[in-house]
């Protein structure tokens, strides 16, 4: 819980400082870095049980974060960045899902990457 609160304390606090110099088209860019999703429709999805809403949804609260963070850095960082994220994401819905849950939660990841414009 301590390492959430850091991190979004150092996700305001970078937010602020990239903010003086931002122009509205990087402004939209950093929207698409929100990657929040509806939890109950996910669940639904993928058809999750109560424990492993509770753990897919804390491991989408750290994968949305680390996402708004790599939306502040230039192009080259944001792209390593994002695909770190994106990896370690895909590493704990593994180990989370079953072998469908995962294969529908993969196809869902990669056509929002995609319609965001991320991938």
Do not use: W
């Not at 870095?33 to 750290?62: C, F, P, R, W």
């Amino acid at each position: 819980m301590k390492r959430m609160i850091l991190m979004v304390v150092a996700m305001l606090s970078m937010t602020t400082t990239f903010a003086e110099n931002e122009g509205t088209a990087s402004l939209h860019t950093t929207e698409a870095y929100n990657m929040t999703v509806n939890m109950k429709q996910l669940g639904i999805a993928l058809n999750l049980s109560k424990d492993q809403i509770e753990s897919v949804s804390e491991i989408h609260k750290t994968f949305c974060a680390e996402m708004m963070f790599a939306a502040q850095y230039g192009k080259d960082e944001r792209a390593k960045m994002v695909e770190k994220a994106i990896a370690k994401d895909v590493a704990y819905m593994n180990y989370i899902l079953n072998r469908e849950q995962y294969r529908k939660y993969l196809m869902l990841l990669n056509a929002t990457l995609i319609n965001r414009g991320i991938k």
